[in-house]
C-alpha cells in the first residue's frame, strides 16, 4: 500500500472510448466546484435545514438560494476572482446605509479593498458622500444593467 501513497484511484463507469483518462481526470478536477456550491448553499445560504412544510414554499426557499449562489458566482466572475467568496459575502452584509431625514443615505461601512474594487469594477461610488435618493436610484437603475 505504501507504493501507491499519494496515487488517487478513480473508478467509474463511463465508456472509456467516450472518455479516456485525460477526459474523466478534467471531470474529477472540476468536482470541488460543485461540493463548495452545496458548501456555500448549506452554509452561507441556509439552504438546510428547511422547516418548511407546503411545497411551494421549499421550492421558493431553494430558488431563493439558487439565485443567490447564481449572483455570487457572476460577481466572483465579474471581478475576476480576485476575492474569496467569504470575504465578498461578509462585505456585501456590511455595507450598510443610514438613512438622514431629507438628505439621504450615509455609508455606515469600513471601506476595503473590495469595496474600493467593487466601486471601480462597477462604475460607482458610495463610500465617500451623502447619496441622495436619486443618486442611490440611479444605481439601482444601473445593477439590472450589469
Not at 108 to 130: A, K, N
Amino acid at each position: 500500500a505504501a507504493s501507491y501513497d499519494g496515487y488517487y484511484a478513480v473508478y467509474t463507469s463511463l465508456d472509456k472510448d467516450l472518455y479516456p483518462v485525460s477526459k474523466v481526470n478534467d471531470l474529477n478536477h472540476g468536482r470541488w466546484e460543485i461540493e463548495e456550491c452545496f458548501r456555500i448553499m448549506k452554509s452561507e445560504f441556509l439552504a438546510r435545514p428547511v422547516f418548511l412544510k407546503r411545497d411551494d414554499r421549499i421550492k421558493a426557499h431553494f430558488m431563493t438560494c439558487f439565485i443567490a449562489l447564481l449572483v455570487l458566482r457572476i460577481l466572483e466572475h465579474k471581478i475576476d476572482h480576485k476575492f474569496t467568496y467569504p470575504d465578498i459575502i461578509d462585505t456585501l452584509s456590511e455595507m450598510d446605509f443610514t438613512k438622514i431625514k431629507d438628505r439621504g443615505y450615509i455609508p455606515s461601512y469600513t471601506r476595503t479593498e473590495l469595496t474600493d474594487y467593487l466601486h471601480d469594477t462597477f462604475g460607482f461610488h458610495t463610500d465617500y458622500e451623502i447619496m441622495s435618493p436619486q443618486a442611490m436610484k440611479k444605481i439601482f437603475a444601473l445593477t439590472k444593467k450589469a
